[in-house]
């Protein structure tokens, strides 16, 4: 018999939200920030392309599981 998965997943916007809420409480207002600008590339590379070049890549709820937690 198979295992059911549920994810509980939310919007992004409550999720950035509440990541950044963390991160304030955590690390306060200063170090959220330099913290958050170690990800900042300047807005180098092409989101629509990229964001368009796995779309018939199919997963399994599984498969999202493992790679992405």
Do not use: H
Not at 31 to 50: A, H, I, V
């Amino acid at each position: 018999m198979e295992k059911t998965v549920r994810i509980n997943a939310m919007p992004d916007s409550q999720i950035q939200a509440i990541g950044i809420d963390a991160l304030k409480e955590r690390l306060g207002v200063v170090n959220t920030l330099k913290f958050l600008r170690r990800f900042d590339n300047g807005g180098s590379g092409d989101y629509t392309e990229e964001k368009y070049l796995n779309e018939d890549v199919k997963m399994t709820e599984e498969e999202m599981i493992k790679r992405y937690l």
